[in-house]
């Protein structure tokens, strides 16, 4: 089965990969409605979860989990879901991640495959911003997120790409670190499975 639940895709179509990137520091239920949504609306054959090594965005600013734990947690966010998979291309390259080689290699990887960049409205409007941007619109489709019927930011003019809307759900890493931190519920926003291996690891001072 496909993300999109259909059995098998036509052998003459290119295989359609999303590329769904982010710090996951921890994967939650507003990525997974994210990743599950453009699967299914786009009909993509795979959905690549492609964990940040060192999101250059955030690095100094707020403490990042070790990737290669990131990438644990995300593999198990991503278990018993077709097509989603995480994506370790990032953290083995090391250093910062830049998403034009990203798309670079899977090009080189999966040659003749369609790429979609998935990407939250409030990234879209800085896309222009991104190392070698010019890479990054012409290696992949852009497919911009809005939450909840709500229309957010979109691409610079001129930049092509699509719409999927996701039902909107207020949750985020930062959020759940801190609940973690202080004992409060994160089973409602959190699948179990990244619960257990949060806790079994300590990770955002729960436990103490
Ligand atoms: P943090 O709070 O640490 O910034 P985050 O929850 O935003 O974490 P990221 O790993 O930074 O998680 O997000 C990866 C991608 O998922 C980004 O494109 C982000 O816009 C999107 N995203 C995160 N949370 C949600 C949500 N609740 N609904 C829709 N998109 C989301
Ligand atoms: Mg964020």
């Not at 060192?54 to 070790?66: A, H």
């Not at 644990?72 to 998979?85: K, P, S, W, Y």
């Not at 090009?107 to 998935?118: D, E, Q, Y």
């Amino acid at each position: 089965m496909t993300p999109h639940g259909s059995a098998a895709s036509d052998p003459d179509e290119p295989v359609r990969i999303g590329v769904f990137g982010g710090t996951f520091d921890p994967p939650h239920h507003g990525h997974l409605a994210i990743a599950l949504e453009v699967g299914h609306r786009l009909r993509l054959d795979r959905v690549l979860w492609v964990v940040a090594n060192d999101p250059w965005q955030k690095s100094g600013r707020v403490p990042v989990t070790p990737a290669s734990v990131r990438l644990a947690l995300v593999a198990e966010a991503v278990d018993g879901f077709a097509g989603h998979e995480v994506c370790d291309l990032e953290v083995r390259r090391g250093g910062p991640s830049y998403t034009a080689d990203t798309l670079e290699e899977l090009t080189r990887l999966h040659p003749g495959a369609a790429l979609f960049l998935v990407v939250g409205s409030d990234a879209a409007e800085g896309l222009d911003t991104w190392k070698r941007a010019d890479d990054v619109r012409a290696l992949a489709t852009t497919v911009v997120v809005d939450r909840g019927g709500r229309q957010g930011g979109r691409p610079p003019l001129g930049w092509p790409h699509l719409v999927v809307d996701v039902p909107a759900l207020e949750i985020s890493s930062s959020d759940i670190r801190s609940r973690f931190g202080d004992g409060r519920p994160v089973e409602a926003l959190v699948q179990p499975r990244v619960v257990a291996a949060v806790r079994a690891r300590g990770l955002y001072g729960c436990g103490r």
